[in-house]
């Protein structure tokens, strides 16, 4: 069922209106929320709540005749709508990152209107996802990250089959996102990582589309077959998070990928000076561990991050910070 949550009038032509597509079982199962385009460039994580519209579409139809609906399902694809049009990460009337507006005030400017808006129409969820993906300077393989997971929590999180969980205590700092506002509002709030804005993966996709299947699943949203094994990710938190930055300006050449595990010491790659094409700094792993993000736009400042980098050990340093500015 499409539905208004909210409308808005803008300077010119039709209002702006930001829908909602609901299925609703016929049991007396859970609801979940999934919210994605709140940045206008993270394309996959609005194919990856298309592709789930489609399928619960055909549940309903009784087209996929080993499932039934017995919960809600609320998708919310897309929150910043001319962000989507022009394809900005930002609102693009002023520049605002809606997702430091929450939890957003009815009676405000237009982002703090949306903001309320949509914390409104998810707060009586009972499981809820915010769909995000790293900006286009750096690439991220898949994980999941919670804010103070509950064992319920971590027991449901191995179902979406992420390469790893990142946890964080709830502090705020983070006050003004919306995951923030859901887990103070008692809700279990997830919030998916799909790689690179501006692109689509299909195979990272399919594999959160599988993962949200099996979720539902776990959670008797949905009745069907029985869920995949649920894969244990690793779990990381802030003292186990290295940040490789940059020592000197230049151009970046990366000669690892996202997703390998490296030694202490090992290559990641090389910055290179822009007039002479001479190797200004060779960037080297400062752990062993997983390396899970790796910096794709190839010009860089001093001090900017190149890679990041997560160890079963503690970093006695302890200082970085797991979930970082872009998100």
Known sequence: MHEAILELNIPFREPMVIYKNEF?????????????GMHGDEISGMYLLSRLAAFLDRVERGLEPYYTLEGTVRLIPVVNVPGV??????WPFDGTDINRMFPGYDQGETTQRIADGILQATVDSHYAFDVHGSNEQFFEIPHLRMFSPTEEDLRLAPYLRCHYLLRRELTPLYKTQLSYQWKESGISPYILMLGVARRIDDDLVETLYQGLIDFMLATAVLAGPPPAPPLQ???????????????????????????????KGELLGQIVNVLSGQVEEEVRAPASGLLASIRSY?????????????????????????WYQEQ
């Open 24 to 36: 609703q079982g016929s049991g007396n199962g859970p609801l979940i929320s999934l919210v994605s």
């Open 85 to 90: 049009n022009f394809a900005t990460r930002n």
């Open 233 to 263: 990710p690793p779990t990381f938190g802030r003292n186990h998070t290295h940040l490789v930055l940059s020592r000197t300006a230049g151009i970046f050449r990366p000669t690892v990928t996202a997703g390998t595990m490296l030694r």
């Open 298 to 322: 190839p010009l860089v400042y001093e001090k900017e991050l190149l890679a990041r980098l997560f160890t079963a050990e503690e970093n006695p340093s302890g200082a970085a910070d797991v």
